[in-house]
């Protein structure tokens, strides 16, 4: 049995779960929304505090949404999230990508959103992942590319930013690179059918900045994320200050944007 052997990177601060809250179906799933049947089966990997689960579970009345995540703490979050949208078919469990505790077969829809990058074997767990899809379902996956962040202007410690959370990821067993690599992971793991896409996040209004550049400079010296770079020696904190004042600055440019590029792949079983 193939288990976690990757550190979630970010970790669960109120910055990184600021990021996470904000996303929604449209904006993080537009890729597999067309796929939904009102009676679909749908399995959400890597759930986090279940805004797109509960997007998700609104577009399959019928049907069942079964958000996971390996982390129990955040799931509390999950299931007010559905409560408050009054969603009386979803529900969370934790879990291993690894080693879906779930039978062959038994969901028609099985997604997952920034999870890849984060675990230790993606091949390994597009399988399972493939196992637990009922046949003519789809199997949907959306990751970003960090190598496909682009930002204007540069204000000097943005691109040691880059450079650091890069090593730091790939340091926790991650692969920061991981939208570039879904469809060759996917071949892999034994897709024939597949359709790869791309799509991205832009941030660029003063509101936009301001939230984008915030929750990052927070995340650089508060978060989980923080704790792993000081303590595996990847930088200090004198650094990490550096790096979120950069963001900071970054934020009050007038010109300034920020595009996040994510590979997709929609996989028939």
Do not use: K
């Not at 493939?130 to 202007?153: I, L, S």
């Amino acid at each position: 049995m193939a288990h976690e052997t990757a550190v979630y990177t970010h970790g669960h601060h109120e910055s990184v779960l600021r990021s996470h809250r904000w996303r929604t179906a449209e904006n993080s799933a537009a890729y597999l929304l067309d796929e939904l049947r009102p009676h679909h089966r749908v399995l959400d990997i890597g759930c986090g505090p279940g805004t797109i689960t509960a997007d998700l579970a609104a577009r399959v009345p019928q049907g069942s949404v079964t958000g996971l995540d390996a982390a129990s703490g955040v799931l509390e979050q999950a299931r007010a999230t559905a409560q408050e949208r009054g969603l009386a078919n979803t529900v969370f469990t934790t879990g291993d990508v690894h080693a879906l505790d779930f039978a062959t077969g038994d969901f028609d829809v099985v997604h997952a959103h920034q999870t890849l990058q984060h675990v230790g074997d993606p091949v390994g767990a597009l399988r399972e992942m493939r196992r637990v899809c009922a046949p003519g379902g789809v199997v949907a996956v959306r990751d970003a590319d960090y190598g496909g962040m682009f930002w204007y202007p540069q204000p000097p410690g943005m691109d040691a930013w880059l450079e650091l959370y890069r090593r730091v990821a790939r340091a926790n067993g991650g692969t920061p690179d991981a939208g570039r690599r879904l469809h060759a992971w996917a071949r892999a793991a034994g897709f024939a059918d597949i359709t790869v896409t791309t799509s991205t996040w832009c941030f660029s209004t003063p509101d936009e900045r301001a939230w984008w550049s915030g929750l990052w400079a927070d995340r650089t010296v508060a978060s989980g994320y923080a704790a792993l770079t000081v303590e595996g020696g990847q930088a200090d904190e004198d650094e990490l200050r550096g790096i979120a004042e950069a963001w900071r600055a970054w934020g009050q440019e007038e010109d300034g944007w920020f595009t996040v590029v994510h590979g997709e792949i929609l996989c028939r079983v």
